[in-house]
């Protein structure tokens, strides 16, 4: 109950609704009025477009409550689609961009627009082609003081794409583009940094919080056979392993 009501003060009720659009997206003072990279903010909306689907048919979420979520969601992609900032977010040749493509597919999914999801996976597999090199790294990512945080960040994005591609044509899991990149051998690359087998050889000022390599080794597991990766949750994990959230997606 409480959930049904947290999405209809946010999304639903005139007097609280957010407005769907981030016209004021990370806004800075005396220099803009917002810009798109306030896009990176809402990535959650993923998350909770999955949530919707979790309370649909509850006596607390009616039928109305759904199709009003799936009208906001429907504004908020348009606008993501046809403005000045979320155009220059479609452009971004990092994290951004992929993020960007993960929420948009997770809206048209959500609005059954099955058409527009296949393009985006396979705008987001282009995507991948141009984000990724040869040798499995993400360039734009090694470019950051943190730069392991943010290859599991954009991988992490890439990862949501392709199990959300699964509800379309189009496999991106198992996908190998033209110049034969593939988010396998992004996984491929990145693995032995996540669990620290080895030493990550670029910047990262501060430790890597391993905690954001779960998802990631959790679906390789299902995805690409890893069958070591369950067992490096564990010992990351340590005592906290049993009770990982993530256990409710990857039993």
Known sequence: AHAAELMRVWFLDTATKMNPNLNFGQAIK????????????????VKLIDGIGLIKGSKNWSARD??????????????????????DEMNAANNHGAW??????????FIGNKDLANKIVINAADRLDKQL??????????????SLHYTSFVMEA???????????SEDLW???TPSGKSLKKAFETAHPFLTGEKAWPHPQIKPYETEQAYYLL?????????TNCINEIKTLAADKAGRLRIKLLYP
């Open 30 to 45: 005396g220099h803009n009025t917002g810009r798109g990279a306030g896009m990176i903010d809402t990535r959650h909306f």
């Open 66 to 87: 759904q199709q009003g979520m799936q009208q906001w969601f429907s504004s908020f992609l348009d606008w993501m689609q046809t403005s000045k900032n979320g155009i």
């Open 100 to 109: 960007y493509d993960a929420q948009r597919l997770s809206m048209a999914l």
């Open 133 to 146: 090199d040869d040798n499995g790294y993400f360039p734009k990512e090694l470019e950051r003081t943190i």
């Open 158 to 168: 890439f990862f949501n794409i392709a199990q959300m591609a699964t509800h379309t």
């Open 174 to 176: 198992n996908r190998v």
């Open 218 to 226: 959790e679906s390789a597991a299902v995805q690409y056979n890893c």
